[in-house]
């Protein structure tokens, strides 16, 4: 007769399996919000292909052009005067895309399996980046087509991000989870910085593969998402976390019952599957009502215009400001997303120790104005300087982008006036991310509008756009804050006791 395992033995090969799936749950959405983020990349990079001096290059032979022409070289119909306007328009017709699909993006990620919805939402974007990259392969100049394939790819992307958000918070508690998506959330500066040096290698001559190469990686993780991805831990008999502790109701049940109830990561699972009917998905309006998600909504919004800003416009800045060749100053761009990852980790790390996920963004906000003023009066006076301040600027914009769209969204969507009701997260991430969309969507067609007049005057916009996001924010620091006091005042009574 075979024995059964001691009650601690089972608990940590059940703990080990556990946290073995989480671990792999983690790794594969950071690979497919990667693979999103690195096809969104490219378009910054060649702008400065599709438009520069061709003064320094020699015609060819069969060239039909005059020999004072600047432009021979550049790629129709971003050859004219207005193609900062124009590639504006290239970039909007995404991100307006993006902005407006997110807001019902979210609503069908809560009532579609993960797995399939993802799966195709990557081979979609997969398919659009590859077809704009085609687009120099075909010989094509027409704005029309360039425009309709960046506003369907637009769509595409946005199954991305309220699903792998939904995902993880399927699988992880509370507890640490500003320092885990901290660090998970790093998938967006690692997509961008794959996506620009994928670009950067060739910009320079066939830049239509700098789209085709991301959108068949993205094509590929998307097969390896449909065959590979777990929705629920549930779904392989693993322990669900707990998003909330209620004290009160524990402390209510009688003595037996805790003796009793979730001995093992089994009972947890069995119990999750035998309690009855699902609840019911939340509606729009009903996620609105959810404390907070308006104010970090709109701090989004501002906080979003800057990073998107920086994403589509800072390789060209680097271009015309510095005279790098595109190859360098895409190369150069990607220390902001490296920048990135390290202010997403200390937001993560911070909010997690301080309580205070507000706070945290209001912080890096105030100390971002003064950081991107400095970058662009003094930051491009070396190298070295420039490489210091753009990891500076980097960590300080993308810091907050990172807490709200990750730890917040998460906590938000499983907050305790839901009663344990988990079906909201999806629509709660699709609302902060579609509204911070919109400035994703404002800021770069700010940039082309205003850069014409002087590089000066786009910093200042985004300089404004940073002090709004950190006033946005005012009353949940204040809320913080009093919460802090209260909670210092128990300790020094407990002290006297």
């Not at 995902?167 to 640490?176: P, Q, R, T």
């Not at 979730?262 to 309690?275: C, F, G, L, Q, T």
């Not at 510095?322 to 937001?347: R, Y």
């Not at 009663?419 to 940039?447: C, E, F, H, Q, R």
Request: hydrophobic fraction near 45%; proline fraction near 4%; include cysteine.
């Amino acid at each position: 007769m075979r024995s059964s395992l001691a009650p601690g033995v089972w608990f940590l090969r059940a703990f080990s399996r556990d946290s073995w799936f989480r671990g792999f749950i983690l790794l594969i959405t950071f690979f497919i919000y990667t693979c999103y983020h690195m096809s969104r990349k490219p378009i910054s990079v060649v702008k400065s292909r599709l438009h520069h001096n061709c003064s320094g290059i020699i015609q060819p032979i069969n060239n039909t052009h005059s020999v004072n022409d600047t432009t021979w070289c550049n790629w129709a119909p971003f050859d004219q005067s207005n193609y900062k306007e124009l590639l504006g328009a290239v970039d909007n017709a995404f991100l307006v895309a993006y902005a407006i699909g997110m807001f019902i993006s979210g609503i069908f990620g809560e009532r579609l399996p993960l797995r399939y919805y993802l799966s195709a939402g990557m081979l979609l974007s997969g398919l659009f980046t590859a077809l704009f990259g085609l687009g120099y392969f075909w010989n094509i100049h027409m704005l029309w087509y360039f425009v309709l394939i960046q506003i369907c790819n637009g769509l595409a992307q946005t199954t991305g991000w309220p699903s792998v958000v939904t995902c993880v918070g399927n699988w992880f508690g509370k507890g640490k989870r500003g320092l885990i998506m901290g660090i998970w959330n790093s998938h967006t500066s690692v997509g961008n910085i794959l996506g620009s040096l994928i670009a950067g290698i060739w910009v320079d001559e066939q830049w239509g593969l700098s789209f085709i190469v991301p959108g068949i990686i993205t094509a590929i993780m998307g097969l390896i998402t449909f065959f590979f991805l777990i929705e629920y831990p549930e779904d392989v008999d693993c322990t669900p976390p707990q998003h909330h502790v209620e004290p009160e109701e524990s402390q209510d049940l009688p003595e037996d019952s805790h003796s009793n109830r979730d001995s093992s990561p089994d009972s947890a699972v069995s119990h999750s599957k035998e309690s009855g009917a699902q609840p019911a998905a939340i509606s729009f309006f009903g996620a609105l009502r959810i404390p907070g998600v308006i104010e970090f909504s709109l701090c989004l919004l501002f906080a979003k215009l800057v990073s998107y800003t920086f994403l589509y416009w800072l390789p060209l800045y680097i271009f015309n400001v510095v005279h790098f060749s595109a190859k360098e100053a895409g190369d150069l761009s990607t220390l902001f997303d490296v920048g990135g990852i390290i202010g997403g980790i200390l937001a993560g790390l911070i909010s997690d120790y301080t309580n205070g996920r507000a706070t945290t963004c209001c912080v890096m906000l105030i100390l971002a104005a003064p950081m991107m003023f400095l970058y662009n009066s003094v930051g491009q006076s070396g190298i070295s300087i420039s490489i210091v301040m753009l990891i500076l600027c980097g960590a300080l914009v993308n810091g907050p982008y990172a807490l709200i769209t990750t730890a917040v969204s998460a906590d938000l969507g499983t907050h305790k006036s839901l009663k344990g009701n988990a079906k909201a997260l999806s629509t709660v991430t699709a609302i902060i991310d579609g509204t911070g969309s919109i400035g994703a969507a404002l800021g770069p067609l700010l940039a082309g509008l205003i850069s014409p007049t002087g590089w000066n005057n786009v910093f200042y916009m985004l300089i404004s756009a940073d002090i709004l996001a950190c006033l946005l924010l005012c009353r949940l620091v204040y809320k913080e804050v009093l919460a802090w006091k209260s909670s210092l005042r128990r300790d020094r009574g407990y002290r006297e006791i």
